[in-house]
């Protein structure tokens, strides 16, 4: 069957959700905004490295990207016309300061100011991520996250944000995705700042950690009625066969790529087991930290996409374990695994391992290569059903226990994938980039349908 002619899946109605259930979509500055030399933003980290040759597959970087940060009114216009009530974005830290202390600059402050108001004009939900991974290079050139005064310096730009945006921002994530910041940027490599080396991964997961501890408090007092939280990536896990080996390896994986993050987020410290695996690159801990991190947060940010299968292999760095690739089912563009019941799977295990209060799924999407029709028409079918599939497994999630509050589709707009460039489109929107012409795609239109039902 190919994959135009498939069977539409059944899809829950809006009516199965809370009536106060919040849809939008999720974006982030880097992957958007474009306007890179505009109105003071300095170098961030991902300019330098999509600067060196190799990094990105199709050489690009994110200079002008989706050139969201002049065509915004645009693209909430359209988030709008689709019935979002809220929509997720992220701020470069390098439109407002280009290291540690001295003044933020008025006019990043400003199109925050400028991008929010459009929001709420538009009746969508502002929630602001503060870090998603487009560190000022002049802090990289400092020492970066593996180094304790970006704390301080995360600190004093959290801050000045949440001053200039308390009356009309709510709704704060501190950090997105802290595994991809810390191990595929200082272990794996393959993302900015491009380093290979486990102990210096580790301390920027600790620090990282460390920060959003910090930052929620000063949140909390420049934010009349704030709601704060993290974003966290997190898969359920397989072990690619029923061998002790493989199993586990499983585990051991379990233990860095879930444990590590949750376990010090509620309070448990660090995983015992894979405490001593690491053994010498464990971070250092100072005193207090562990304490700071563990603070409770206002709903936890779960973003999911598809479930690891792990194996024993002697001699992988760091645990002897690899994620293997998919070998049956449906697979996207990026080579991920299409499993939708993984979304229940792992907002329930959440749910019953840490209780962390309300959830939102914080991104949920799927890249495929799209065609444009003659007739302009983008029928991204395998993107529709992603979806549709996906929302019938957030409500068996809630059915079966897991308090989810609202769910944020990755991504209203095709955007620079990281070291994939512009070659994966995620978005909801199709871009041309040749002429930075949007049209809403098969599976927005579905989605705005959904959303539009009574
Ligand atoms: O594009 C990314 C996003 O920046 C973080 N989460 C995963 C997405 C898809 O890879």
Redesign the pocket.
């Known amino acids: 069957m190919t994959t135009a002619n498939r069977p539409e899946p059944q899809a829950p109605q809006r009516s199965d959700f809370a009536r106060d259930f919040l849809w939008g979509c999720a974006t982030?500055s880097y992957?958007i905004e474009g306007a890179g030399r505009d109105d003071g933003r300095v170098e961030s980290i991902w300019d330098r490295f999509a600067a060196t040759p190799g990094t990105i597959r199709d050489g690009s970087n994110g200079l002008v990207a989706c050139d969201h940060y002049h065509r915004w009114p645009e693209d909430f216009d359209i988030a709008r016309g689709m019935g979002l009530n809220a929509y997720r974005f992220s701020i470069a830290w390098p439109r407002i300061f280009s290291e540690g202390g001295g003044a933020p600059n008025q006019k990043g402050l400003d199109f925050y100011s400028r991008l929010v108001d459009g929001m709420l004009e538009r009746d969508l939900q502002p929630w602001a991520t503060l870090y998603?991974w487009d560190l000022p290079q002049t802090l990289q050139d400092a020492g970066g996250w593996e180094d304790r005064a970006t704390i301080d310096a995360f600190l004093d730009y959290t801050d000045a944000m949440t001053r200039t945006l308390a009356d009309r921002v709510k709704h704060w994530i501190t950090h997105?995705?802290p595994w991809c910041t810390a191990i595929i940027g200082n272990f794996e490599g393959w993302h900015a700042p491009g380093k290979t080396d486990l102990k210096a991964a580790l301390q920027v997961a600790h620090n990282v950690l460390v920060s959003h501890g910090k930052a929620v408090p000063l949140i909390r007092a420049n934010v009349p009625d704030a709601q704060v939280g993290m974003a966290v990536?997190l898969h359920p896990l397989r072990a690619a066969s029923d061998s002790a080996e493989d199993i586990a390896a499983k585990e051991r994986h379990d233990g860095l790529r879930y444990r590590w993050f949750l376990d010090p987020l509620f309070g448990r410290g660090y995983p015992e087991a894979t405490l001593s695996q690491v053994g010498a690159a464990a971070p250092d801990v100072a005193p207090g930290d562990m304490d700071a991190i563990a603070v409770k947060t206002d709903f936890m940010g779960v973003?999911y996409?598809f479930p690891e299968t792990v194996a024993h292999a002697a001699g992988h760095a760091p645990l002897d374990t690899k994620v293997l690739p998919p070998t049956e089912g449906e697979i996207t563009a990026m080579g991920w695994p299409v499993v939708p019941e993984g979304l229940a799977e792992l907002l329930l295990r959440i749910e019953n391992d840490y209780h962390p209060g309300p959830m939102y799924v914080t991104?949920n999407g799927s890249a495929f290569d799209d065609v444009v029709g003659a007739d302009g028409e983008i029928d991204d079918v395998q993107r529709r059903h992603y979806l549709m599939r996906h929302l019938a497994s957030l409500k068996a999630a809630i059915d079966g226990g897991a308090p989810v509050k609202g769910y944020f589709a990755?991504s209203l707009l095709d955007n620079f994938?990281?070291a994939e460039g512009y070659l994966k489109r995620?978005g909801l929107v199709h871009i041309d980039y040749a002429t930075q012409q949007r049209r809403l795609k098969s599976s927005g239109k579905w989605y705005g349908a959904f959303l539009r039902q009574a």
Do not use: V
Request: net charge negative; proline share 0%.
């Open positions: 982030s992957q998603h997105n995705e990536s973003n996409y991104e990755w994938e990281w995620f």
